[in-house]
C-alpha cells in the first residue's frame, strides 16, 4: 500500500529534523520503502510518499520522529489505479445494454 505522510514540523522547525537525519539516516524499518519526498517552502511541513504491507511499519518508523513531527498518515493510489477504479464504478452505474443507452 502506498502512504502519503504529512509531517509537521513542531515549531515550524525543520532543523532537528534534518540534523537527526544527517547523523542517524531515515530510521525506517525494514519492509518500510521510501519513494520520495516534498517540502513545503517555508520548510514547516514535508509531504513524503511511502510503501509498505503494514500499517505498523508505519507507526514503527513514526515512532522514532514523533518528538519532533506530527504526523497525518493518507492512503493513496496512483492516478492510474484511481481512473481504473472510477471506470469499474461507472461500469456498475450504467451497464452496456441497459435502457439507457
Request: glycine share 4%; aromatic share 10%; with cysteine.
Amino acid at each position: 500500500m502506498l502512504f502519503m505522510i504529512i509531517e509537521r514540523f513542531r515549531s515550524g522547525d525543520a532543523a532537528p529534523v534534518y540534523a537527526r537525519f544527517r547523523s542517524q539516516g531515515r530510521l525506517a524499518p525494514e519492509g518500510l520503502k521510501y519513494i520520495s519526498s516534498w517540502v513545503s517552502e517555508d520548510m514547516s511541513h514535508c509531504y513524503q510518499l511511502m510503501e509498505a504491507d503494514k500499517t505498523e511499519l508505519l507507526d514503527e518508523w513514526m515512532s522514532n520522529w514523533k518528538d519532533l513531527v506530527d504526523f497525518e498518515v493518507v492512503p493513496v493510489v496512483t492516478s492510474a489505479e484511481a481512473s481504473a477504479r472510477a471506470g469499474k464504478e461507472e461500469e456498475k452505474q450504467c451497464p452496456q445494454g441497459s435502457a439507457t443507452e
